[in-house]
């Protein structure tokens, strides 16, 4: 079955950077004059660079101001990056954490879209199978970096929930979305996606789970043989291994991505010429690479003060942690891949849709979270994979229903809403969950700062 | 089936083949009546047929090796490694002769046999464990050997045949796979029940409603796996004509229905004789290792006694036979969880032990989330070596989570 061999996950990430370049232009309003890049280019830069003779539409070369306005200018949704300098200047200026949280929610959004942007230029130069990787590595950058402060922080309890939050917003939220829309517009007919695939991303999202609730219920059947230190060896562990499968799927997706790879060159020469524009990167394989780093460098620094501002938003907004770390920070991390998976699908090109939100939930619980309890290892942090019996459980039953509606292979409106229902029951339940670690360890969560350690602390010796 | 399994069983261990000489010797010796399907064998060449003629039976004198280490030191540790590898090649041998017992007796008993003796040695050990009053011993045995054939010998079938044929999908009946997944979850829903019963503290009268429960879900469970076990075999004329297709001369058996016979008694008291030995040092061996009960029984045992199996379903899956491969891993889960648990109930009850279906709720949960993960992996009907590899990395993380736990029936003592 040739079907079988076409991993979605790697063909939606190469395919949406063709796809989704196009996307971008027919959508965001932008000067595309590439005949005037590369005199500018000429002018600006002086010598002619061999690849310029080469083929110059594969490589531009831009000067600095090009590629600003390239990168920074040409989309909409950058009319909110001037709110990152403001969520700072707030943050100095002003006590008041609820809205340092709430600007620089808003100013990471489009930092996480151009990051994603980034790295699809990138992969342009380095191949579909480098290319595959790097989406698959940086595709959820933005939560890896959120994550990795919180750690810095000790903020434990904020890096699982929030991981969490993750998963269960690309699972249910931007799933059901992009199964609902697409629904409306295909309202006749069935859409069908790859059934082979959606299997295996089940069975790779279950075993996710099991690393998950493994610790949980050795921990809460106080069964460890070393108090305490048991159930962290077996996190650290688990997560090894989850690491190693993680590298297994990525290299078994690859290995039979090559063998399909022409197809897709035809598929993604048919798109070019229905929308009637090119393929080629905008910006040279170094500017790539810049931007990256500029990009990553912004939004680490927003991350710092939007972690630190959690508590205290929490606090004036009178609501729990748990909520905002696991409904807010996602469905805000994640609303550039939400909008894409919604575009595939109203394009009735599902099995796209379905390689951006399960294969982001599969990055995240496969690779970032595992990759956050090395990294807390490393830190001397004591992260572990016991997120607490009710998120624990609370994922298992979601990765169950989801596996469920995906194993068919065809979705319509009516699952859509199911999965997006589905996605409020557990917002709701969030937003009524106080963290048991919180009101053991004698610090009241309203109306006083909580210390950071407070949460290492009471990880393993408060009681439930 | 069974009876491609015993083609190429017959195929994958060497074995001294010589019928005219047997035969020769037979009309010498005996005198009977000559017939092709009986052969009948001296005592030697008996001998020389089942244990000289296989690979595996140089373990056995590990066997009484084990029992001299037992009456001459006190090292509990090398007496309990000792006698595991002795069992094995017992295991081995045991199937090999119920096999030859199969030929006999036609397939739909020959099919009986092997469904009901193919995990004899798990049930032996767990009986006598039973006897011991080791009841955590015996469910924790149980348990590792549905996991073990669920995630570890699948796993490694998979992952085998998928390197070997790495070019494509191998596939497999997925009728059969979806049903024998839908046989597991019913084995863990029965094993979930009292193990909610008990930790909802919700039972009527407690400490005996558990108990009641279990003893009438196991009766259950045994009708249902004689349902089962009546329904392969009724849908199984299907297969009979495929099978005498490939059903060549040397599919004779090789030693006569009474031989088979009592080459299978004499296996079977030879292991029962190890295994009492190997309970009784389970403990020993726990302290000297330092290693917990749960991890022993867990994993270790399974392991050790499952190795013919193993070997068996690694041989068909790089041989394109994924459902002969199936057939050991899953059936095998699905003899121990639906016969050999239930089995252990009833027999506790007739000798007035109180073994339940309570696992405990870690050990429940984990047979949960593995049958979960098992049944979404077979459901498609392809395999390939990746997910034989999330298989194998699956039973890591669970002989992980057991080696790091200790059963909190055994701290409370």
């Not at chain 2, 469970?221 to 060549?248: G, I």
């Not at chain 2, 648990?341 to 009833?346: I, N």
Request: charged share 15%; proline share 3%; with cysteine.
């Amino acid at each position: 079955m040739s079907h079988c061999k076409v991993p979605a996950l790697i063909e939606a990430q190469v395919e949406m950077g063709s796809v989704n370049e196009l996307e971008h232009k027919s959508l965001f309003r932008r000067e595309d004059d590439s005949t005037q890049t590369k005199e500018a280019s000429l002018m600006e830069q002086g010598s002619l660079s061999p690849s310029f003779h080469e083929h110059a539409t594969k490589s531009p070369k831009n000067s600095v101001i090009k590629s600003i306005k390239i990168v920074i200018l040409s989309n909409k949704l950058n009319l909110l990056l001037p709110f990152g300098p403001l969520a700072i200047l707030v943050h100095y200026m002003v006590d008041s954490k609820g809205w340092v949280f709430l600007l620089s929610l808003i100013g990471i959004t489009p930092l996480a879209e151009r990051l994603g942007y980034a790295t699809e230029q990138l992969a342009f130069y380095t191949g579909p199978t480098v290319g595959g990787l790097l989406n698959a590595t940086f595709g959820n950058v933005t939560e890896l970096i959120i994550s990795i402060f919180a750690l810095k922080n000790g903020m434990i309890r904020v890096v699982q929930q929030t991981l969490l939050g993750s998963i269960l917003s690309n699972m249910l939220l931007v799933l059901g979305c992009a199964f609902f829309c697409g629904g409306l517009v295909f309202h006749q007919k069935d859409q069908v996606f790859d059934k082979g695939i959606a299997v295996v991303n089940s069975g790779l999202l279950l075993m996710a789970v099991m690393g998950i609730l493994f610790p949980a219920v050795l921990y809460y059947t106080h069964s460890e043989v070393h108090t305490g230190s048991s159930e962290l060896a077996l996190s650290r562990f688990s997560s090894c291994i989850m690491l190693i499968a993680y590298a297994a799927y990525l290299f078994f997706q690859l290995k039979s991505q090559s063998s399909s790879y022409s197809r897709l060159e035809e598929e993604a020469n048919q798109n070019e010429e229905a929308s009637g524009e090119d393929e080629d990167p905008e910006i040279s394989k170094w500017e790539a690479i810049i931007w990256l780093s500029i990009l990553t460098a912004w939004v680490s620094l927003l991350s710092g003060y939007l972690v630190d501002a959690i508590e205290g938003a929490s606090v004036s907004w009178n609501i729990p942690i748990a909520f905002i770390s696991v409904i807010l920070l996602p469905i805000v991390g994640n609303a550039a891949e939400h909008a894409g998976a919604i575009m595939f699908a109203m394009k009735d090109k599902l099995d796209l849709s379905l390689g951006v939100a399960i294969g982001s939930s599969i990055q995240i619980s496969m690779f970032v979270v595992p990759f956050c309890v090395v990294i807390g290892w490393m830190m001397g942090e004591q992260m572990d994979l016991n997120f607490q019996l009710f998120e624990t459980a609370m994922l298992f039953i979601t990765v169950i229903v989801v596996a469920f509606f995906l194993q068919e292979g065809t979705s319509n409106y009516f699952k859509g809403l199911m999965l997006i229902l589905c996605y409020l029951i557990v917002a709701a339940s969030f937003f009524v969950h106080e963290d048991p670690h919180q009101d053991c360890s004698g610090v009241k969560q309203v109306g006083s700062s909580l210390q950071a350690d407070d949460f290492t602390n009471t990880k393993f010796w408060g009681e439930v | 089936m069974e009876f491609d399994d015993e083609a190429e069983h017959r195929r994958l261990f060497r074995v001294e083949t010589n019928s005219p000489q047997i035969k020769a010797v037979f009309s010498l010796e005996q005198g009977g009546s000559l017939s092709a399907k009986a052969t009948k064998n001296t005592v030697i060449q008996s001998f020389k047929i089942v244990i000289l003629s296989n690979k595996l039976n140089l373990l056995l004198p590990f066997g009484p090796l084990a029992i001299l280490v037992h009456y001459l030191t006190d090292n509990k540790g090398w007496f309990f490694l000792l006698s595991l590898l002795g069992i094995t090649p017992l295991a081995e041998r045991l199937g090999y002769a119920t096999e030859q017992l199969a030929c006999y007796t036609g397939p739909t008993v020959g099919g009986l046999l092997n469904a009901t003796f193919g995990n004899v040695t798990e049930l032996i050990i767990s009986i006598i464990a039973l006897k011991n009053g080791m009841i955590r011993v015996v469910q924790l045995t149980l348990l590792g050997s549905i996991l073990s054939n669920m995630l570890l010998v699948l796993g490694c079938s998979f992952f085998c045949g998928g390197i070997v044929f790495s070019r494509k999908q191998q596939v497999f009946d997925k009728g059969n796979a979806v049903l024998n997944s839908g046989m597991l979850l019913i084995a863990v829903m029965s094993l979930l029940f009292p193990t909610l019963l008990h930790y909802t503290h919700s039972e009527v009268h407690a400490a005996s409603s558990e108990l009641v429960l279990s003893r009438s879900t196991s009766c259950i469970m045994l009708v249902s796996y004689a349902a089962y076990l009546f329904f392969q075999l009724k849908s199984q004329p299907s297969f009979l004509t495929e099978s005498e297709e490939t059903w060549d001369d040397d599919e004779v058996p090789e030693i006569s229905k009474w031989e088979a016979i009592i080459w299978l008694l004499i296996f079977t008291a030879w292991v029962s004789l190890l295994s009492g030995y190997l309970v009784d040092a389970i403990e020993g061996a726990s302290v000297s290792w330092n290693v917990p009960i749960s991890f022993i029984s867990v994993i270790l045992l399974p392991i050790v006694g499952n190795a013919a199996e193993h070997a068996g379903a690694i041989m068909f899956a790089m041989k394109d036979k994924l459902d002969l491969s199936l057939g050991v891993a899953i059936g095998s889960s699905i003899q121990i969880s639906m016969f050999a648990v239930p089995f252990c109930v009833v027999i506790s009850w007739m000798m007035g032990e109180q073994m339940d279906l309570n696992f405990l709720l870690f050990e429940t949960a984990i047979l949960f989330i593995s049958v979960i993960v098992v049944a979404f992996f077979l459901q498609e009907g392809t395999s390939n070596y990746f997910k034989g590899l999330m298989l194998i990395l699956s039973y890591l993380i669970v002989a992980a989570s057991f080696f790091v736990h200790q059963d909190p029936d055994q701290d409370d003592t």
